[in-house]
């Protein structure tokens, strides 16, 4: 029971330092233009489409063109990148799958992030590298 609430604790403070759940971490002003952005989802967008095999499903296409074409048009004026990285977001997550995702660690210049991969595995989390454990210490 122990190793469940210290794991729990642990997956909670991983929580607080990824970017979106502290404000605090929002500090660089540094904007990204409309240009720059809508190149960057169009390149998003091309990499899912040419790769992802839900995008063959029945009438998928048809949908994650119309949620592309909204998220594209909330790209009007300049933004902080970790306000854009929320849009990109978006652009994956319809996927609902593990292997489809945006990978925040360390984006922007003052986004700060624990570098630790874990995995849930039965009823508890495993540390999996670069943390000074040994890899598939339990907790």
């Known amino acids: 029971m122990v190793k469940k609430i210290i794991g729990l604790l642990v997956f909670i403070l991983i929580l607080l330092n990824i970017?979106?759940?502290?404000?605090?971490?929002?500090?660089?002003?540094?904007?990204?233009?409309?240009?720059?952005?809508?190149?960057?989802?169009?390149?998003?967008?091309?990499?899912?489409?040419?790769?992802?095999?839900?995008?063959?499903?029945?009438?998928?296409?048809?949908?994650?063109?119309?949620?592309?074409?909204?998220?594209?048009?909330?790209?009007?004026?300049?933004?902080?990148?970790?306000?854009?990285i929320f849009i990109a977001e978006d652009a994956v997550m319809p996927f609902h799958d593990a292997h489809t995702f945006i990978y925040?660690?360390?984006?922007?210049?003052?986004?700060?992030?624990?570098?630790?991969e874990f995995l849930w595995l039965e009823d508890g989390m495993i540390i999996s590298d670069n943390t000074g454990m040994s890899a598939e210490t339990r907790i």
Do not use: W
Request: net charge positive.
């Open 19 to 84: 970017p979106g759940c502290s404000k605090a971490l929002f500090k660089d002003d540094t904007l990204l233009q409309p240009q720059q952005m809508k190149e960057d989802l169009d390149c998003l967008y091309k990499a899912i489409v040419d790769t992802h095999p839900k995008i063959e499903e029945n009438g998928f296409k048809i949908e994650y063109d119309k949620i592309y074409k909204k998220l594209y048009n909330k790209i009007e004026k300049p933004m902080p990148i970790e306000k854009f």
């Open 104 to 116: 925040r660690m360390n984006s922007g210049s003052k986004i700060k992030a624990i570098p630790l």
